[in-house]
């Protein structure tokens, strides 16, 4: 296992450097390997972590990519991401991105979770209509072809959406002028783009 381990970590060298495009990553990657060698095998997990946490900045950023460019009008603040980190500590994995956008007194949160456990209990909402039906501020939703449901409560308006079963597209619109400006942020959203870059 310790030789598959030692493999593993060469191979991820070799692919992923050259003398003229070494970084940070890959500085921690072999001093991981100088570690495992020396048989410090804490200090190379301890490294190894290291690695980790800065390639998860890496993939945070590109996914952030997915997320939609503010409408006409509006402006976009990145989300902290603390969704993302509170599945890191509860070990339950998964992605999560999230971005704000608002406009005077409008507001609207975009939240994108993929491949996560806490997907499960809104998938039996939106997979069985009886449920989502129980509560009166809640109705069956369908945007194109997928399903979903939005809820009405207050000057809050949300629409979420589950996307192959692995994918949750909530939108949380507030004090809105018109509930129809969430479509319009659906319509400029890469679905096919969601499924290949998360799944």
Do not use: C
């Not at 070494?22 to 048989?39: G, L, R, S, V």
């Not at 890191?88 to 991105?97: A, F, Q, R, V, Y």
């Not at 619109?173 to 499924?195: P, S």
């Amino acid at each position: 296992m310790k030789k598959t381990l030692l493999s593993s970590l060469t191979a991820l060298a070799i692919l992923s450097t050259s003398a003229l495009h070494a970084d940070e990553i890959i500085d921690q990657m072999n001093t991981a390997i100088e570690a495992y060698k020396d048989k410090d095998y804490k200090g190379a997990m301890d490294e190894l972590k290291f690695t980790i946490a800065q390639m998860q900045k890496l993939d945070d950023a590109e996914n952030q990519k997915l997320l939609p460019s503010a409408l006409d009008g509006w402006s976009m603040t990145i989300g902290d991401n603390g969704t993302q980190a509170a599945m890191s500590m509860l070990g339950g994995g998964g992605t999560s991105i999230e971005a704000n956008y608002s406009k005077d007194n409008e507001s609207i949160n975009i939240q994108i979770l993929a491949n996560s456990p806490m997907i499960s209990m809104m998938s039996m909402m939106i997979n069985n209509p009886m449920i989502a039906q129980s509560d009166p501020s809640t109705e069956a939703y369908r945007y194109k072809r997928i399903k979903g449901i939005k809820k009405k409560d207050g000057s809050t308006t949300e629409i979420t959406l589950l996307i192959v079963g692995q994918i949750i597209l909530k939108l949380s619109g507030t004090n809105l002028k018109d509930d129809a400006v969430l479509e319009q942020y659906l319509d400029v959203i890469d679905i096919k783009k969601l499924k290949s870059s998360l799944l």
